[in-house]
């Protein structure tokens, strides 16, 4: 088993920054990918960024990229979300997750541990 919380979140304004992260425990000895999953209420979960378990690869939905920079230290057990140029459309709770896999994935069934999230409210 591995737990995850997430912290970070918070209200900002249109084209401020926020720094996710995410922190694990437990089960760490083994391999993960890592996501961030982003929801809001009525709306099915959306996948934001992924890393693999090296962290040599990465990958976001389009709508983040170039703003939105995921990383990870494994020393540490930890994944980050940098986001940067925040929109109102970025308004979600914000979700980490682990996946036994070790590459990149983008399905949310892909992901076997899910954190409680942390909630990103961006105002215009």
């Known amino acids: 088993q591995v737990h995850l919380v997430e912290s970070g979140g918070g209200l900002v304004q249109t084209g401020d920054s926020l720094r996710l992260s995410c922190a694990a425990s437990?089960?760490?000895?083994?391999?993960?990918?890592m996501g961030w999953f982003r929801q809001t209420p009525g709306k099915k979960r959306e996948f934001v960024a992924a890393i693999s378990w090296s962290g040599s690869s990465t990958t976001y939905v389009d709508s983040v990229k170039g703003r939105f920079t995921i990383s990870r230290d494994n020393a540490k057990n930890t994944v980050d979300l940098q986001m940067n140029r925040l929109k109102p459309d970025d308004t979600a709770r914000y979700y980490c997750?682990?996946?036994?896999?070790?590459?990149?994935?983008?399905?949310?069934?892909?992901?076997?541990?899910w954190g409680q999230g942390t909630q990103v409210t961006v105002s215009s």
């Open positions: 997750a682990a996946s036994e896999y070790t590459i990149v994935v983008t399905n949310d069934f892909q992901y076997n541990y």
């Open positions: 437990g089960r760490t000895d083994r391999g993960y990918s």
